[in-house]
């Protein structure tokens, strides 16, 4: 890959990784949570009192994080950039198994 193509490359995953770090300091400020328990519904109470909110919010800053790493592990490592793509996709995929994981049993937790 030519030097122009990683350049692009580091910084649209620069660009990603902030954005998922945006959203994830959103979903933990306490003003976040604030707004949406003072809306009218009360589900909209219940989620941001959730710890479940919380963990979203946890799960999104850590993907910000892992990608602004990653795109800058792909310039810097240009001839592994398929390996660190691949170990990427990988941390990305078990990290979204735990958020699911963590998402039911707090379902079931509720229900009782």
């Not at 770090?21 to 707004?35: P, Y």
Request: proline residues 2%.
């Amino acid at each position: 890959m030519d030097k122009l193509k990683a350049f692009f490359v580091a910084v649209l995953f620069a660009l990603v990784g902030a954005a998922f770090i945006v959203a994830g300091l959103r979903f933990l400020s306490a003003k976040k949570q604030e707004h949406l328990a003072s809306r009218g519904r009360p589900a909209a109470r219940d989620i941001s009192r959730s710890p479940l909110f919380k963990a979203t919010g946890i799960f999104s800053l850590f993907v910000g994080i892992l990608t602004v790493v990653c795109g800058i592990l792909m310039t810097v490592l240009r001839d592994m950039i398929l390996y660190v793509a691949l170990i990427y996709l990988g941390i990305l995929f078990i990290a979204a198994v735990v958020l699911v994981a963590a998402v039911k049993k707090g379902e079931q937790s509720g229900k009782r």
